[in-house]
């Protein structure tokens, strides 16, 4: 019973066309994440979202936005996808801040090539 | 800003014994919560255990124990009695208690484990 589900498992895109990853949830969390996970390389937050506030890092380029138009479902836009955005895109949800709603739970990520 | 770090790129084990997975990491903060997360190729990640650093007692689940060390800044992941099924990467990740550090998981680059029959 996968309560964190990504859609597609495998995107391939070409350079500099927009793609649009899907993430959705049936644990009704408010909060909701997006972490890129390279190569050999630690996942890294994106950005969240509580509830419909969008929280952007510091560190996250503008070619990356999300929407989340409802509690379930919150999707991850590429605008100009460039070779360097090849990577797996790990969604994750969360009841909320403090000690244990801030527990995540993972889907199993999308994976996306761009040729 | 906090770093983790996990120094073993890859382990392993024959099924049924022990093994120990090793994390530091680093923080200014003196409240803040530890993870191991463990990722089966093509699955998703899931919680194995979870540490509070305000508690001195290390964290247990089942086979899974962690050793903490607070004034080391070190997180240790024990497997007793591996299995076939614990092969997988396994990450350490670190969160902060309150703030604006309340909702990110910093992560290490993982360890790949290897548990040979």
């Known amino acids: 019973d996968a309560m964190v589900i990504q859609n597609p498992r495998y995107q391939v895109t070409q350079f500099g066309k927009p793609v649009t990853l899907s993430c959705s949830q049936t644990?009704?969390?408010?909060?909701m994440y997006w972490y890129q996970q390279k190569s050999s390389q630690a996942p890294k937050l994106l950005f969240h979202?509580?509830?419909?506030?969008?929280?952007n890092e510091a560190d996250t380029p503008d070619n990356f936005q999300s929407r989340r138009p409802n509690t379930s479902f919150c999707f991850l836009d590429i605008r100009s996808p460039g070779l360097g955005d090849a990577a797996m895109y790990l969604c994750?949800?969360?009841?909320?801040?403090?000690?244990?709603?801030?527990?995540?739970?993972f889907g199993a990520g999308t994976r996306l090539s761009v040729l | 800003a906090q770093t983790v770090t996990q120094s073993q790129p890859e382990m392993s084990v024959q099924e049924a014994e022990t093994v120990t997975l090793s994390c530091t990491y680093d923080t200014s903060e003196s409240d803040y919560y530890l993870f191991w997360y463990k990722q089966p190729p093509s699955r998703q990640m899931i919680l194995v255990i979870r540490q509070e650093a305000y508690k001195q007692q290390n964290a247990t689940e089942n086979r899974f124990s962690v050793n903490f060390q607070k004034a080391a800044k070190s997180f240790s992941l024990k497997i007793s009695d591996s299995q076939l099924g614990d092969a997988a990467m396994y990450f350490c990740?670190?969160?902060?208690?309150?703030?604006?550090?309340?909702?990110?998981?910093?992560f290490g680059k993982g360890t790949l484990l290897t548990v040979n029959p």
């Open positions: 644990l009704n969390h408010n909060v």
């Open positions: 994750a949800t969360s009841r909320g801040a403090g000690g244990d709603k801030n527990i995540q739970y």
């Open positions: 979202y509580y509830d419909k506030d969008f929280n």
């Open positions: 990740a670190y969160r902060g208690y309150s703030g604006g550090s309340n909702y990110k998981l910093t």
